[in-house]
């Protein structure tokens, strides 16, 4: 995990790690891990995976990611010799549209898609999520006990989406089993797979709607993009349906992750539990604070297209790129005492929801939920104390730095007769 | 004092208008209105703070 001695770090060859973002290891200490690569090697050869460069300073990071044609997104399904192989490592078995393509073709889906997530398509849902948290806090709040992850921040993401998507409510747990299975186990194995092929069943279902939803008007994104244009073309139902799964997984799980590490670290510093509690003002710079210091999303991949440098090393076209974003939020050339969370830290340029074109088209939704998710537990349980020994973390961080659980005791309260919205 | 949104660095991260929604106004897509805007009177600091939030360095200020 760490830099290996043994290797010749001398002149000409890169710095080389044993990195690899599924393990244990890495679960366990990606901030000591992120903080050492980044004082003795920010960009560095890791021979895992079929080899890629680990980017780690907040400066190559966005290097990286705002040159999109150098380090390109595209993900070619159809050849796995072709090094593009899109943005995750080793590549997801499914085609994440418009997430793994590059402009020009990129910018017409993405304009398309940005007024469903604009800041005032997420105020509009603000009542849904505001009754969808009080609902849900109503159904534990007089036992005194409630999990945190299960109870809450899984079911408010989930049902936000569907509302978002325009998909049957009851529907959320059928979709978000086997995404949460995909980014919390490591790619590939057999959690992975059977979770895989769960969500391409879900994907054919949803392929089943879109033709009547081409015909009849309807709530949506669904039925927005059965009816959408792109370059004057409609979309495939296959675009359709990988245009809305990728939606819903951004949408479930990140924002939960969020929450969870939030809830986890306030209750390790009860006075700064007390100062969100009694300056709910602080919310908006804590929101951007806890987004950097737990980056959910920890890191995306990019493939070279041409020779280039990057923090002094030599990279060639069919270079796979790991971008640390979980690293360059701890940059101390960016940010001073990085590893402390002060929750009025400001400016703060954090790359949670990464940089440039790809930026996270969700996050207007993310900071909306997260807001109100934790602003009904600071109001309905504040002195809510975690089981520590029963809560239990993603098994891999890979993808999301999550927690599978999180159950909490808190003093009981009386319900507010709050029904689940429709 | 005039800030300058530069759209081809814009990624509609919405820190600018979070803070300074008097000087930031945003388009359909929610990303900043791209061009020179003047700063109506008393909104210098917000619109500093906004300039100072965005992470992808899309705004100049000038006086
Ligand atoms: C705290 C919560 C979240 C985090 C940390 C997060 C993180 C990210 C990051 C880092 C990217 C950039 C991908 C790249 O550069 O290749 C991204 C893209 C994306 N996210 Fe999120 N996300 C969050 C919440 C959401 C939500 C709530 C939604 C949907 C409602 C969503 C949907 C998407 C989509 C569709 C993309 C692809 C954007 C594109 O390539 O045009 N995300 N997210
Ligand atoms: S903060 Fe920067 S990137 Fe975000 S909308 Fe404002 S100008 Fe655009």
Redesign the interface.
Known sequence: MSVDPSVDTGAGAPPSIEFDHYSPQYRDNWQQIADENLARCPVARSGTYGGFWLVSDYASVSRVIRDDATFTSTHNMDDPSDPRQGIVIPPNPMLQVPMEFDPPLYNVYR?ML??Y?????ARALEPFVRQAVDALLDKVCATGRMDLVLDLGNPVPALATMKLVGLPLDDWERFAEPMHGIVSHPAGGPEYLRCMNALQELGNALGALVPGLREREADGLLSGLAKATVNDQPLSDGEVVLIALLVMQGGVDTTTALLANTLWWLEEHPEQRQRLIEEPALL?HAT?EFLRIFTPVPALARTVTEDVVVGGQQMCAGDRVLMSFSAANRDPEVFDDPAEARLDR??????S?G???H?CIG??FARSWFQIMLRGVLDRMPDYAIDRDATRRNESIGIINGFFNMPATFTPSEPRGVPMPE | MRVTVDRDRC?????C??LAPQVYR?D????AAAGAHPVPPGQERPAE?GA?????GAISVSR
């Not at chain 1, 400001?346 to 790359?351: E, I, K, L, Q, V």
């Not at chain 2, 359909?28 to 990303?31: I, S």
């Open positions: 304009r940005n007024p997530f604009s800041p005032p398509a908006e951007e400001f400016p703060n340029p954090h790359a929801f940089l440039g074109i930026r996050s207007n | 990624s509609g991260h919405v820190r208008a979070a945003l359909e897509e929610g990303y703070r100072l939030a965005c992470p992808e």
